[in-house]
């Protein structure tokens, strides 16, 4: 078990110098005092950022749940995970963890061992298997527009960054999101690294022992449909599939993201 009994000021300064947003119900971090209700960490994935998490985590927050929104830094699986996994330790009590896209392997690898995880949520995710990339299971199964919609820009070190095309955000990334609302969301994505959607990943996985549920996009453009259902069949996950949303079914149906997550808390948890 890791060492939690650290201040409340020192938890505060870790979380506010990694860029999250992080409160509870009551506006106190929620990595302070621990709640009758688990701490729901919120982790984004690719060609995003933590604030299409808003309507999710205002619902969340009303329903008297601490929240946690990590800033993802999209550059490594690896290192992603080992971000997250810093920040999991600074939470008392148990943890919800959720994770979008990209966001699903990183929570697959941070979770890891952690007995304060107490469910993981999948939302139209990858979960890797170890040896397994984002990038090679999106092309397991037709379907996805998302190799024909990246743009490249090469870096400084060698490396590219990964941006989905403004232009085809909307219809491929957002369907179901209203046109301007996409628009905004194409413009404001955060790249991911080639570096990090091709790092296979390693190691144990937290799927494998800890309990998971799988909200699946029954009309997603980015990872098809067929091949969340096989990683969420895999996982022995408890599936929902939203019928006709998009890649981003946490922003254009939040009241079902939310139900979906406070299942998990609640039949994980004991509430």
Do not use: C
């Amino acid at each position: 078990m890791r060492n939690k009994g650290m201040r409340v000021a020192v938890a505060a300064l870790a979380i506010a110098g990694t860029g999250l947003f992080a409160v509870s119900a009551d506006g106190a971090y929620a990595g302070g005092r621990p709640g009758p209700k688990p701490t729901i960490v919120l982790v984004h994935g690719a060609f995003a950022d933590s604030s299409g998490f808003a309507a999710v985590a205002r619902r969340l927050l009303d329903d008297g749940y601490p929240v946690v929104a990590a800033a993802n830094p999209l550059r490594g699986l690896s290192s992603d995970a080992a971000q997250v996994r810093a920040l999991l330790d600074t939470i008392t009590g148990p943890i919800v963890l959720v994770g979008h896209s990209y966001g699903g392997a990183v929570i697959s690898a941070a979770a890891a061992g952690d007995p304060d995880v107490k469910a993981l949520v999948y939302l139209a995710a990858f979960v890797p298997a170890a040896g397994e990339s984002a990038e090679q299971l999106v092309n397991r199964f037709p379907g996805s527009t998302v190799g024909e919609s990246l743009k490249a820009v090469p870096l400084p070190d060698g490396q590219v960054d990964l941006y989905i095309d403004p232009a085809v955000f909307p219809a491929r990334f957002a369907g179901d999101v209203p046109p301007k609302d996409a628009a905004v969301y194409a413009i404001t994505q955060r790249p991911a690294s080639g570096a990090a959607l091709g790092e296979p990943a390693s190691g144990p996985q937290a799927w494998q022992t800890i309990r998971n549920y799988n909200l699946i996009s029954g009309a997603d453009r980015i990872i098809p449909p067929a091949a969340q259902r096989f990683m969420a069949e895999r996982a022995g996950a408890e599936v929902r599939v939203v019928r006709g949303a998009s890649h981003l079914v946490f922003v254009s149906q939040p009241g079902t993201t939310v139900a979906f997550i406070e299942k998990a808390a609640r039949e994980t948890v004991h509430l």
